[in-house]
């Protein structure tokens, strides 16, 4: 469900609301270290939250209004959590709360459509790791294409598609006749054609 995402193309206004929530999110980072005793619960706690990401998706139903409700809940305050947790240790990377932590990390806020300094921050930390070797490159083209669509610009890697009413298929792409060598660049697997008949149900 990566990429069933509403489109809104941002103002001047909403860019300045963002800019400026991104600047208040770093400056709301601890300028002291962190001890990795301090962390081991928080990592254990993030992975708890990623369970319930996932389990509010694999139970949603566009039919139940109970499994709407329940992904909305979840989301929230999985993304509120997550907040605090970025304010006490800063971004929950692989090297602070583990890989399987940081990536529950990622996902909440991939899932964070309506937080876009946040989705931003944890780009650069998304980045930042997986350009170390220490995350895979699918969570980065996630995110970056994510970004890039919820600003209404091409995405790079193809990993986002739009279900409406016109249809299923990949979100525009920026270069269509290399999506495919961009994907093998970040280790994305299969191939586009396959990946959006996949995503579309259309095997």
Same mark, same amino acid.
Request: glycine fraction near 12%; charge should be positive; include cysteine.
């Given at each position: 469900m990566h990429g069933f995402t509403?489109?809104?193309?941002?103002?001047?206004?909403?860019s300045l609301r963002r800019l400026?929530?991104?600047a208040l999110l770093v400056c709301a980072l601890p300028s002291q270290g962190w001890a990795l005793e301090d962390v081991s619960a928080y990592s254990e706690e993030l992975i708890a939250?990623?369970?319930k990401d996932q389990d509010a998706r694999k139970n949603f139903d566009r039919d139940d209004p109970?499994?709407?409700d329940n992904l909305i809940?979840?989301?929230?305050?999985?993304?509120a959590r997550l907040k605090e947790i970025?304010?006490?240790?800063?971004?929950?990377?692989?090297?602070?709360v583990g890989a399987k932590a940081s990536e529950g990390a990622f996902f909440i806020a991939q899932h964070a459509v309506t937080d876009w300094p946040l989705m931003e921050f944890a780009l650069i930390h998304v980045e930042a790791d997986y350009r170390a070797g220490k995350s895979p490159g699918r969570n980065y083209a996630l995110m970056y294409d994510r970004i890039n669509m919820l600003?209404?610009?091409?995405?790079?890697?193809?990993?986002?598609?739009?279900?409406?009413?016109? @249809?299923?298929?990949?979100?525009?792409?920026e270069d269509a006749g290399k999506a495919d060598i961009f994907r093998?660049?970040? @280790?994305?697997?299969p191939d586009l054609k396959t990946y959006e008949a996949k995503m579309c149900g259309k095997r």
């Open positions: 509403l489109l809104k193309r941002p103002g001047t206004r909403q400026a929530g991104l939250m990623f369970k109970r499994t709407i809940e979840t989301d929230k305050n999985n993304l970025i304010k006490a240790i800063g971004w929950p990377s692989v090297d602070k600003h209404g610009k091409p995405q790079k890697y193809g990993t986002q598609i739009v279900n409406n009413r016109d @249809g299923c298929g990949v979100y525009q792409l093998q660049e970040v @280790g994305l697997t």
